[in-house]
């Protein structure tokens, strides 16, 4: 009797990993939301939010992927993350090098996936793939808001009012917004 493609112990392994690693991201925004919220920049501290809400979709999105295909999703346990930051311009420095580690990763199970001929995994893993892309060039261009107009208070104050209005434009989606 067929019983159908299972997940491999490395790709579970692999997706295990990127559990933990979301989780870790989710909980990273959310300490670089206190922070932009204690001192002040409350449109940043809504989009770290925000960030952390999704982060812990993509981890729930990975935790339901790894059940559905006969495999043994893992809980992440995550330690301690950095409470404490310098600037709001260190808070995005931050936040776009973990987008660019999350990315590597995601880059990482693809190449696994497609190495073991692991369709139904290159298929689920290039939603992560498209959704970096936009990710990064977020905080990308909110670290560049810090080099077209300073750091001085007025400066931190446009920049922070400047945050929400960020807006991607997606190449996979042709002309819509
Ligand atoms: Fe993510
Ligand atoms: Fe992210």
């Given at each position: 009797?067929?019983?159908g493609k299972?997940?491999?112990p490395?790709?579970e392994?692999a997706l295990?990993?990127?559990?933990?690693?979301?989780a870790l991201?989710?909980?990273?925004?959310?300490?670089?939301?206190?922070w932009?919220?204690?001192?002040?920049?409350?449109?940043s501290a809504?989009f770290?939010?925000a960030q952390?809400?999704?982060?812990?979709?993509?981890?729930m999105?990975?935790?339901h992927?790894?059940?559905?295909?006969?495999g043994?999703?893992?809980s992440?346990?995550?330690?301690?993350v950095q409470?404490?930051?310098?600037s709001?311009?260190?808070?995005?420095e931050?936040?776009?090098e973990?987008?660019?580690?999350v990315?590597?990763?995601i880059?990482?199970?693809?190449t696994?996936?497609r190495?073991?001929n692991d369709y139904?995994?290159?298929?689920?893993?290039?939603w992560?793939?498209?959704e970096?892309?936009e990710e990064?060039?977020?905080?990308?261009?909110?670290v560049e808001l810090?080099?077209?107009?300073g750091?001085?208070k007025?400066?931190l104050?446009?920049?922070?009012?400047?945050?929400p209005k960020?807006?991607?434009?997606?190449p996979?989606?042709?002309?819509?917004?």
């Amino acid at each position: 009797m067929k019983t159908g493609k299972t997940l491999s112990p490395a790709i579970e392994q692999a997706l295990n990993q990127q559990i933990k690693m979301e989780a870790l991201s989710s909980s990273k925004y959310l300490a670089a939301a206190a922070w932009c919220d204690a001192h002040g920049y409350s449109n940043s501290a809504e989009f770290l939010f925000a960030q952390a809400d999704e982060e812990r979709q993509h981890m729930m999105k990975i935790f339901h992927y790894v059940c559905d295909m006969g495999g043994h999703a893992i809980s992440p346990s995550i330690g301690e993350v950095q409470h404490k930051f310098s600037s709001l311009r260190e808070i995005f420095e931050y936040a776009l090098e973990s987008e660019v580690n999350v990315t590597e990763a995601i880059d990482e199970i693809l190449t696994l996936a497609r190495r073991e001929n692991d369709y139904p995994t290159e298929n689920f893993i290039q939603w992560f793939v498209t959704e970096q892309i936009e990710e990064e060039y977020i905080v990308r261009r909110a670290v560049e808001l810090f080099d077209l107009m300073g750091e001085d208070k007025l400066a931190l104050f446009m920049i922070d009012e400047r945050i929400p209005k960020i807006s991607f434009h997606d190449p996979m989606k042709g002309s819509e917004k």
